[in-house]
């Protein structure tokens, strides 16, 4: 009989460890042990750690994905409505986790980016997936004037990511949701206002 693979088991671990640890912090010991998996399962899988850390933060975008079309693919709701349901949605889960746990996207980008140019470029390409959803769904909400239309779609959804990233941030310094809420106050006050 074949033995198991801990391949996913590893990847599972790895997300929480880094989670917990950040990039720098988590150890290939600490990811096995919280998988329960042999030290050596990880050098079979895995080249490196930077490889490894390029399959965690894939794995954690296809869960972030799944959210923005949640919100974002909900046409009961309009543009503008849908733009704030995926705010909420990630607010709630950010509220779950005792507003200790961020984004691994824009931890990654703080700490691992300068470090690695393999996961630089990798984040890259995430943010530029990650703001297409939203820049259609902004597109969507100036054709029906529901927001302004002063400002390029793609230029109003980068503004959005980047900003709740940094919204994220302060919550996690705070251990509290005001950094969230403020950020959707002035956000859908100001920049995302109905004309």
Known sequence: MAKA?????????????????????SGVRDIVAEASAPQGSFT???????????E????YFDHVKRLVG?????????????????LDIISDRLAADGFSRGCLIGDFSLEAAPQSDLLRERLG????EWRAPFAACIAEAQKAGEIGAAFDPDDLAEFLLASWEGAILR??????PEPLERFKRIA????????
């Open 5 to 25: 693979s801990h391949r996913d088991r590893i990847l599972d671990a790895g997300l929480k460890v880094m989670f917990r640890k950040g990039y720098n912090g």
């Open 44 to 54: 079979n899988h895995f080249r490196s750690k930077e490889a490894f850390a390029l």
């Open 188 to 195: 859908f006050a100001t920049v995302f206002k109905e004309p």
């Open 125 to 128: 390409l995430i943010f530029a």
């Open 70 to 86: 949640q919100a974002l693919d909900d046409t009961r709701l309009s543009p503008r409505e849908r733009l704030k349901r995926y």
């Open 56 to 59: 965690v933060l894939d794995r």
């Open 171 to 176: 919550m996690k310094v705070e251990r509290g």
